[in-house]
């Protein structure tokens, strides 16, 4: 797995707990255990966690959270809100073990699933984070983040039609991952499976079409499938962006002089004399 898919694997976050707590107490600390004595146990101490997590003491957060968990240990809520915690205290392993509590208590629960989701995909188990993400995707109207984290597990899994089948099914969050599309594509290329390939150079050209990761690695399937005229579109467009490079010129004129499109080149040294004729009197 690259840095990339870990920063982004993290970046995948979960839902903030209900905000009516603060309908039900007025703004004190967490310790006051005075003000909180009104609740019936054991939802007091899913009360005082919320206030020790909302006054940035995760560790307090936790204890509270455990104890809720010893009052009501059939809740998949109660052990998911611990993992969650444990999660952001930096107790991964306790985290990964409470997740998988609140998932064999309800296999439905999507905060959970995140969690041993993000947590399996650290560890390289992509199958076994594709396992925990399936049941609650289930569900009508499942959460985009959840399919965008499955399309990473199955990409990982090497399983790049599936994680472009997930791919499509974020929704409003789809230009986000564009990334992911990119990574299935250079994946399906290291393991020449062409057709995979193409597919999600297609989705990747339609994500983030200027990328230029994603046209060089298009351009090396166009070449591997003897597409010349997507080869030429792609190092076109490629060599025509405003950040292009010299080798990506010189690429896309070397391409021309290969194909015999003389004219072609000529037009196109051309084009790049009066642009810098232009940029130049321009100053």
């Not at 797995?1 to 107490?25: F, K, N, Q």
């Not at 188990?125 to 399309?151: D, F, H, I, N, Q």
């Not at 030429?232 to 467009?237: I, M, S, V």
């Not at 490629?238 to 391409?255: C, G, N």
Request: hydrophobic share 45%; charged share 25%; glycine share 6%.
């Amino acid at each position: 797995m690259t840095d990339g898919h870990r920063r982004h694997i993290a970046l995948m976050g979960i839902a903030a707990l209900p905000l009516i707590l603060s309908a039900v107490l007025p703004p004190v600390s967490f310790a006051d255990e005075s003000r909180t004595s009104v609740i019936p146990s054991p939802l007091t101490y899913l009360v005082r966690s919320t206030l020790a997590e909302e006054s940035g003491d995760v560790q307090g957060a936790a204890r509270y959270a455990e104890a809720f968990t010893e009052e009501a240990p059939r809740s998949s809520y109660a052990a998911g809100k611990l993992a969650l915690l444990l999660e952001d205290a930096g107790e991964d392993l306790r985290a990964l073990e409470w997740g998988g509590r609140a998932l064999s208590l309800d296999s439905l629960n999507a905060d959970a699933a995140m969690l041993v989701g993000r947590m399996r995909l650290r560890s390289g188990e992509s199958s076994m984070a594709v396992k925990a993400l399936t049941p609650s995707l289930r569900l009508l109207g499942a959460r985009p983040e959840l399919y965008a984290l499955r399309a990473l597990a199955h990409e990982l899994d090497r399983n790049y039609e599936a994680a472009l089948a997930d791919l499509k099914r974020t929704d409003v969050l789809l230009p986000d991952f564009g990334w992911v599309a990119t990574g299935i594509l250079g994946l399906a290329l290291e393991d020449n499976r062409l057709d995979e390939a193409s597919q999600a150079l297609k989705l990747a050209l339609d994500l983030n079409p200027n990328d230029a990761r994603t046209l060089g690695l298009g351009v090396e399937l166009a070449r591997r499938t003897g597409d010349t005229a997507l080869e030429e579109l792609l190092l076109r467009r490629r060599a025509d962006a405003t950040d292009a490079h010299a080798e990506q010129i010189s690429a896309y004129a070397s391409f021309l002089i290969r194909e015999g499109m003389l004219r072609e080149l000529e037009d196109y040294l051309r084009q790049i004399e009066e642009s810098r004729w232009v940029s130049t009197r321009g100053r």
